[in-house]
């Protein structure tokens, strides 16, 4: 039977799907260590997945201007 959650997995970021098989995964790590649990099946999982790069935009937020940015970085 499969598990049912109230809201759809489809619908889940990557960053979130990975903070939930994290999540799991160390739920299932208290298990084993605790006898409840033969195995981890959410062992490494977490790893395997990759996150899509987040491409900046116009709406992030820059605390410095490119010539601030500079005027910084000379400073030092």
């Known amino acids: 039977m499969p598990f049912?959650?109230?809201i759809s997995l489809k619908k889940l970021?990557?960053?979130a799907v990975k903070c939930c098989v994290?999540?799991?995964?160390?739920?299932?790590?208290?298990?084993?260590?605790?006898?409840l649990a033969d195995e981890n099946p959410f062992a490494g999982m977490a790893a395997d997945l990759k996150l899509p790069k987040v491409q900046?935009?116009?709406d992030?937020?820059?605390?410095?201007s490119?010539?601030?940015r500079e005027l910084i970085?000379?400073?030092?």
């Open 60 to 64: 992030d937020i820059n605390p410095f």
């Open 56 to 58: 900046a935009t116009e």
């Open 22 to 35: 994290t999540q799991f995964s160390a739920c299932c790590d208290w298990a084993t260590k605790s006898d």
């Open 73 to 76: 970085h000379q400073s030092f």
């Open 13 to 15: 970021t990557p960053n």
């Open 66 to 68: 490119n010539p601030e």
């Open 4 to 6: 049912k959650f109230g």
